[in-house]
């Protein structure tokens, strides 16, 4: 009964004092945003909680396919109890889910007086075609209540309607409709929304870290050389992300083609040929009245899938405008504009959670563990030297620090501290960072791979997890991951040869040590030349130069 009067004559005095509560934080679940009140609810882990608040206004109907626009105003106090709506996706044996309607964000903070927290926005992974927020392993009462900070967590656009091109559709509008970098456009508007809303939450918009794993690490690393993102954020972390981006011409071709199968789809063509004649055909508000006509489900069908329900389809375009034409040649040259500090890494067996769910070759096999190596070492090339070797060519230029992550590889005698085949199979594969970053122990993986997690590993499991939200705690802070007692953690160009941490861990204490050295493409070609012979390196040559790593090869 006292809390709901505090709430009732908190609100009252806001309205009478021409509601000043804004901007700032007064310990209250109830809070005013831009676009209207708001109330949380208490979390878990000592912490407040609002989910499902709207960054931008719902981009359906007209505003499909279209940079996204403020969010609506509304009247009254909005009940930020429950999840926003995850972006339309389709996942095997799920099938499809989701709503255009899908723009929200999360916050958690300590229920604490604490003001001017740093903020901690993650965005989720998925292939820039899958994920929620929403995931268990996304929510942030362990990061706000332990690091005492201000997480937020994002939906943003995915897959045809977060990134699409087509000259029908993207020719008129501003240079921001014109990109085709939806998706992309989505992230910059909820950094825009943290800028002007988290000093009511207590956070401080002048210390905004961004970070993200998978598709969320390239949307990171997109961010730092987009223009539009400017001085919205101040530290980056990019967890096992990949500095690639397509091209507008790409972007189109790929477009044209889900045209021709949605004419065979609704048999207004017999087949693609057919289909490309009746294109040919069609003037451009025809096309485009018709594209806008799909649902989002009949739009996401007509795409084909690869592994796990991720779609072949090309996000991060380097259309010139909110991304450079340049692309990530930004950052040997110089020239990317959000010159902050970076906490960058991989995994190293990431591409083992792909190989096993493709189960080719068969998992423990020579040919799995050989593929499976190589390919590794080509994500650590595309995902972390390349960028941390163009950053730190440059006098003056902000630190980088790079890390590895090998909790559950095999080591040198063959022995893992997973259970069963898991350490061979599996080991330190994609994703498997990410409960030990975010200190969710729930870990959706295990839905794919098995448990890994075992009463005889969660001593050395516990203490990596809180050595690694001790570093990410620090770096938000600061830009510099290091703190006291911890071991220390060297920038990238620090010392005669690039140098990055290990992190690991026993069954009971922690494994941290030190790499060093670079590998570029050309260095991966060469040990792949050096380390195989014959058949085995050609196919592994081949493998590892092809497109894409997530089809199952050719025999």
Known sequence: MLFRKFIILAFLSALLHGMTMAGAWNRSPLVQT???????????????????LPYAAPPVGELRWKAPQDPIPWTGIRKAKKFGNPAPQKLPVMGFFGSEDCLYLNIWRPDSREDKLPVYVFIHGGGNTLGTSASPDYFGYKVAGNSRMVYVSVNYRLGILGWFMHPAVNVTGSEKDRSGNFGTLDLIKALEWIHENIASFGGDLGNVTISGESAGGMNVMSLLISPYA??????????????????????????????????????????????????????????ETYLRSKSAEQLTSAVPAMVAGLLE??????????????????????????????????????????RLLLKDPEPGTREYEVLSKYQSLLWRTVGLDTVAIGISSHAGA????????????????????????????????????????????????????????????RPGREKLTTLC???????????????????????????????????????????????SGTLTKKELIGLINTDLKGHEREEILKAVLGDSPFHARSR
Not at 34 to 52: A, F, I
Not at 334 to 346: H, K
Not at 497 to 506: E, K, T, Y
Request: aromatic share 12%; charged share 20%; proline share 8%.
């Open 313 to 354: 389809w090309p996000t991060l375009f380097n259309d010139g405008a909110v991304l450079p034409a340049e692309g990530y040649a930004a950052f040997s040259a110089g020239t990317w504009p959000n010159r902050v500090p970076l906490l960058i890494g991989v995994n190293k067996d990431e591409m083992k959670l792909f």
């Open 34 to 52: 831009r676009s209207g009140w708001v109330r949380g609810y208490s979390d878990k882990n000592g912490t407040l909680s609002w989910k499902g």
């Open 230 to 287: 400017s001085g919205l954020f101040h530290r980056a972390v990019s967890e096992s992300g990949l500095a690639v981006l397509r091209s507008p011409e790409d972007a189109v071709a790929k477009s044209r083609q889900l045209l021709l199968h949605l004419l065979v789809n609704d048999k207004k063509a017999e087949n693609l040929k057919d289909a490309e004649r009746i294109a040919s055909l069609m003037p451009g508000s025809e096309i």
């Open 398 to 457: 902000p630190p980088v620090y790079a890390y590895r992550f090998d909790w559950g590889s095999p080591g040198p005698d063959g022995k893992s501290v997973l259970p069963g085949q898991l350490g061979a199979h599996v080991g330190a594969c994609h994703y498997s960072e990410v409960p030990f970053f975010l200190g969710m122990q729930f870990n959706q993986l295990s839905l794919l791979t098995g448990n890994g997690y075992t009463r005889e590993n």
């Open 469 to 515: 939200m001790a570093y990410l705690s620090n770096f938000a802070r600061t830009g510099n991951p290091n703190g006291t007692g911890l071991p220390v953690w060297p920038k990238w160009n620090e010392g005669p040869v690039p140098r990055f941490i290990i992190l690991d861990a026993g069954f009971d204490d922690l494994r941290i040590s030190r790499g």
